[in-house]
T-cell receptor
């Protein structure tokens, strides 16, 4: 069966520090991969998605970036965090664009 | 980008009640529809897909009305454990993404 791993679960970082969140999927090949953010009390905001290695689509211009160095690995990064980057970051995979998403456990990021 | 809108919440219901959520979508070309459940401070989890003919899974019934562009979720015999936020999700035809509604909170009380 397919599983998705996301880490760390919680993170507290100072403003201006870098960020790297990692997500890996097991049990499937060539998945679509996604990064979402959910601010406190808000809906899910799609940040990036990828349909293949090295292919990244950005939905919202901001100081975040994403990379897909391997088929089942998706990384979310920032060079300098802002206070507004605080939120609940969720990685997800799907087998196709008409298929449901399956989420990782999420990373709760607090920028201080 | 096309929108997905849900009933405003929260819905407060007693145990055993029947509750219904509606969701409207604006992209008439959408082909895939889902309901997700999200517990507080947790990731969303797939509750059920929504099929054209309507489908049922235990106490949960999902229906799709393409002409009016809405989907619904009916929960019968509500349990305390049903308390959560329910998210309506629709695919964006032509894009490799799904659009999530902002969710409707359900609170089931004893």
């Amino acid at each position: 069966s397919q599983t998705i791993h996301q880490w760390p679960a919680t993170l507290v970082q100072p403003v201006g520090s870098p960020l790297s969140l990692e997500c890996t999927v097991e049990g499937t090949s060539n998945p679509n991969l996604y990064w979402y953010r959910q601010a406190a009390g808000r809906g899910l905001q799609l940040l990036f998605y990828s349909v293949g290695i090295g292919q990244i689509s950005s939905e919202v211009p901001q100081n975040l970036s994403a990379s897909r160095p391997q088929d089942r690995q998706f990384i979310l990064s920032s060079k300098k965090l802002l206070l507004s980057d605080s939120g609940f970051y969720l990685c997800a995979w799907s087998s196709g664009y008409n298929s449901p998403l399956h989420f990782g456990n999420g990373t709760r990021l607090t920028v201080t | 980008r096309k929108e997905v809108e849900q009933d405003p919440g929260p819905f407060n219901v007693p145990e055993g009640a029947t509750v219904a959520f509606n969701c409207t979508y604006s992209n008439s070309a959408s082909q895939s529809f889902f309901w997700y459940r999200q517990d507080c401070r947790k990731e969303p989890k797939l509750l059920m897909s929504v099929y054209s003919s309507g489908n049922e899974d235990g106490r949960f019934t999902a229906q799709l009305n393409r002409a009016s562009q809405y989907i619904s979720l009916l929960i019968r015999d509500s349990k305390l454990s049903d308390s959560a936020t329910y998210l309506c999700v629709v695919n964006n035809e032509g894009y490799s993404t799904l659009t999530f509604g902002k969710g409707t909170m359900l609170l089931v009380s004893p």
